[in-house]
């Protein structure tokens, strides 16, 4: 069984649209996280979840929307997407803050 | 400030250790990890080590921290081509546990 599974694996999509990316996790953890990757691979924190309370939000525009409906998920909304925004975007969960993460496969999203 | 360093590159024989080096500024960090991203996969959480403990080692896989000089290390034996990828280090500063990774080493191994 995927421990973290992220939805789509790849997003293909034109400037200007509002797309989704789902996230889950089957370990129990209690903690989730959003990192985007970009095309130099530097991986940066976006947001953290703890029971679906928002614990981090970086300097990350507010097209960007985290939402936690239940511990086990937290999905991705992003709005009017730009350019910049095409990169790998990797969702993870931990057991607690300052625990191991255990990160899913990645959304790669590519903006025409 | 939070900051990795990691090199960008090395490249081993196969059958060599490989040594992937790291510093880190923050003495906070409960964690130390290496992750190991493949061609176009996800990040794989390949070993971590608590910051009390100097030496962790997991089968091929040995972990070296210097908590004084703030250096981690990764040393890989008997480096397989199936090595080849590229591995992050990070570190996990403050209480909230996110993670600060390095730039990632990329791992070449020639068969």
């Known amino acids: 069984d995927t421990a973290v599974s992220q939805t789509p694996k790849y997003l293909v999509t034109q400037m200007g649209n509002d797309k989704s990316i789902k996230c889950e996790q089957n370990l129990g953890h209690d903690t989730m996280y959003w990192y985007k990757q970009d095309s130099k691979k530097f991986l940066k924190i976006m947001f953290s979840y703890n029971n679906k309370e928002l614990i981090i939000n970086e300097t990350v525009p507010n097209r960007f929307s985290p939402k936690s409906p239940d511990k086990a998920h937290l999905n991705l909304h992003i709005n009017s997407l730009e350019l910049g925004d095409s990169a790998v975007y990797f969702c993870?969960?931990?057991?607690?803050?300052?625990?191991?993460?255990?990160f899913g496969d990645g959304t790669r999203l590519s903006i025409l | 400030g939070e900051d990795v360093e990691q090199s960008l590159f090395l490249s081993v024989r196969e059958g060599d250790s490989s040594v992937i080096n790291c510093t880190y500024t923050d003495s906070s960090s409960t964690y130390l990890y290496w992750y190991k991203q493949e061609p176009g996969a996800g990040l794989q959480l390949l070993t971590y080590i608590f910051s009390n403990m100097d030496m962790k080692q997991d089968q091929r896989l040995t972990v070296l921290l210097n908590k004084k000089d703030k250096h981690l290390s990764l040393r890989i034996a008997d480096t397989q081509t199936g090595d080849s990828a590229i591995y992050f280090c990070?570190?996990?500063?403050?209480?909230?546990?996110?993670?600060?990774f390095g730039k990632g080493t990329k791992l070449s191994v020639k068969p």
């Open positions: 993870a969960s931990s057991a607690g803050e300052n625990q191991p993460q255990h």
């Open positions: 990070a570190e996990s500063p403050g209480s909230q546990g996110n993670l600060i």
